[in-house]
């Protein structure tokens, strides 16, 4: 028996907009035709690239039934539902 390949989304708009939570759609879709509009110039092409980037990862998060629970979470300081960047990776803020 062989594995089924995963299907990934990749870096396609199309397929970050089906994955992303419909109070998503708006804000993707503005910052996409922001960043392609401004992709004509070939120095801004990778901009574009890096942003549907980012917003694939952002919809792979928010799509997480637990995601909008751990958010309110750490909105809340509620620190026993959560762990810090702090305490997974120590000293992560001195690396930017």
């Known amino acids: 028996m062989t ?3 995963l299907h990934e989304i990749g870096d396609d ?6 994955l992303l939570p419909e109070r ?3 804000q993707f879709l503005s910052d996409y035709h922001t960043a392609l509009d401004a992709a004509h ?5 990778k901009q574009l690239q890096e942003l549907l980037h980012v ?4 919809a792979i998060a928010v799509s997480n039934p637990d995601f ?6 750490v909105r809340e300081g509620r620190t026993d539902e959560f762990v810090s960047m702090d ?3 120590p000293g992560w803020a001195d690396r930017r």
Not at 41 to 45: A, H, L, P, Q
Not at 55 to 58: S, T, V
């Open 3 to 5: 594995a089924e390949p």
């Open 13 to 18: 708009p199309a397929e970050i907009l089906r």
């Open 24 to 26: 998503w759609h708006e």
């Open 41 to 45: 110039e070939v120095w801004r092409f």
């Open 55 to 58: 917003w694939r990862l952002h």
């Open 68 to 73: 909008d629970r751990a958010e309110r979470a």
């Open 87 to 89: 305490m997974a990776f």
